[in-house]
């Protein structure tokens, strides 16, 4: 069965995410540091993991299964959960793939080398949040859960 985990430190889309796991009666993992209410739904589950750098990262790696899905915007955490046959999908709808992850893990390494050798730089930060965005998310995350469900 497919299950949807959602890295959920800072994440946009955290109630839209739920809405597509309700509708489909799909087991939702919220996972997070702290600070996340539990939820009446008893297919989500609320994980609140030890402080620390990537311990959310670590327990979903950990566990993401071939046809599950990961909501998330950290780039190394989806080079594992397409490592471990998991699917992965960002805030604002775009996907990771097998044919995109080497070259997004190198530029989020080139930006931090960027970032760390002029440490003077302005501005950043990337574009903000859009509604659009949230559509595209809402639509990926339908199609995907669809052509999982149909593997």
Same mark, same amino acid.
């Given at each position: 069965?497919?299950?949807?985990?959602?890295?959920?430190?800072?994440?946009? %889309?955290?109630?839209?995410?739920?809405?597509?796991?309700?509708?489909?009666?799909?087991?939702?993992?919220?996972?997070?540091?702290?600070?996340?209410?539990?939820?009446?739904?008893?297919? /989500?589950?609320?994980? /609140? /993991?030890?402080?620390?750098?990537?311990?959310?990262?670590?327990?979903?790696?950990?566990?993401?299964?071939? #046809?599950?899905?990961?909501?998330? =915007?950290?780039?190394?955490?989806?080079?594992? %959960?397409?490592?471990? =046959? #998991?699917?992965?999908?960002?805030?604002?709808?775009?996907?990771?793939?097998?044919?995109?992850?080497?070259?997004?893990?190198?530029?989020?390494?080139?930006?931090?080398?960027?970032?760390? +050798?002029?440490?003077?730089?302005?501005?950043? #930060?990337?574009?903000?949040? +859009?509604?659009?965005?949230?559509?595209?998310?809402?639509?990926?995350?339908?199609?995907? %859960?669809?052509?999982?469900?149909?593997?």
């Amino acid at each position: 069965m497919i299950k949807i985990y959602i890295d959920a430190d800072a994440c946009p %889309v955290r109630n839209e995410t739920l809405r597509v796991a309700e509708r489909h009666r799909l087991e939702t993992y919220i996972v997070s540091n702290g600070g996340m209410r539990h939820h009446e739904n008893p297919q /989500v589950h609320t994980v /609140v /993991v030890a402080d620390g750098p990537d311990e959310a990262d670590r327990w979903i790696a950990d566990r993401i299964e071939p #046809g599950d899905i990961c909501v998330t =915007g950290d780039i190394p955490l989806a080079a594992r %959960v397409i490592e471990n =046959g #998991g699917t992965a999908i960002r805030h604002n709808g775009d996907t990771f793939t097998e044919a995109n992850i080497g070259q997004q893990l190198a530029t989020r390494d080139l930006m931090a080398d960027l970032r760390a +050798s002029n440490p003077f730089m302005t501005g950043g #930060g990337g574009k903000p949040f +859009s509604k659009k965005d949230r559509s595209n998310f809402l639509n990926r995350l339908e199609n995907m %859960v669809q052509a999982a469900r149909r593997r």
